[in-house]
């Protein structure tokens, strides 16, 4: 059995460096940090903060990123491996990201054909999306796992507890948080109208 110290060492090396993905994205496209503050609304502190790992963005804060360089907010998760149609991910290596107040470990990626983002969403109390509404194409799936979660999708507000699920089109302006005193588990999919390989596409050119 792996002992605690191999297990975060294993966490430790499969988290995602969102910086390096966002200084990636954003070079590729020519964009300097001060043109991309001008078309995301942030702060270029806040920008040069995220690409240099100083800060854990909001999902929310990612979102109007990603809007800015047109590209959906799962190129930030991406991990560059040809397309398979078997995808294996043991549980102590799955690819995470970490936000304020919790993260999100991403569950499986890189099959071919694939067009939904599996995700597990992890909040401690009061953790949250951000206070910004998010935005974006397609569909999302939450399904509750443990501890509460609400969700506030236009003008209702959802409190789901284990077992209960939800699933809305994602053009709907929507926010989550945790709102009580436990930690919050939660499987998160998010569904692209795009397969794969053009996301990917888009990513890179």
């Known amino acids: 059995m792996a002992s605690q110290e191999e297990l975060d060492t294993s966490k430790a090396k499969s988290r995602i460096d969102v910086g390096a993905r ?13 043109a991309l503050a001008k078309a995301s609304g942030l702060s270029l502190n806040t920008l040069s903060l995220i690409e240099r790992n100083r800060t854990s963005p909001s999902v929310s804060t990612l979102q109007r990123i ?3 360089l047109g590209v959906p907010i799962t190129a930030f998760f991406e991990e560059p491996h040809p397309a398979r149609q078997v995808i294996y991910t043991p549980s102590d290596a799955r690819p995470h990201v970490l936000l304020p107040g919790g993260h999100l470990e991403r569950l499986g990626s890189g099959l071919t054909g694939q067009c939904a983002e599996p995700f597990l969403l992890v909040l401690e109390p009061k953790g949250s999306s951000g206070r910004a509404p998010i935005v974006h194409l397609g569909n999302e799936f939450v399904f509750c796992l ?9 003008d209702t507000m959802y409190v789901l507890k284990p077992g209960d699920s939800l699933l809305f089109e994602a053009q709907l302006p929507h926010r989550w948080y945790n709102a009580s005193t436990q930690e919050t588990r939660a499987l998160l999919v998010l569904c692209t109208p795009e397969k794969a390989e053009d996301l990917l596409r888009h990513h890179l050119r």
């Open 146 to 154: 443990a501890g509460e979660l609400t969700y506030e999708v236009g």
């Open 66 to 68: 990603a809007a800015a």
């Open 22 to 34: 966002l200084r990636s994205i954003r070079t590729q496209r020519g964009l300097s940090l001060r």
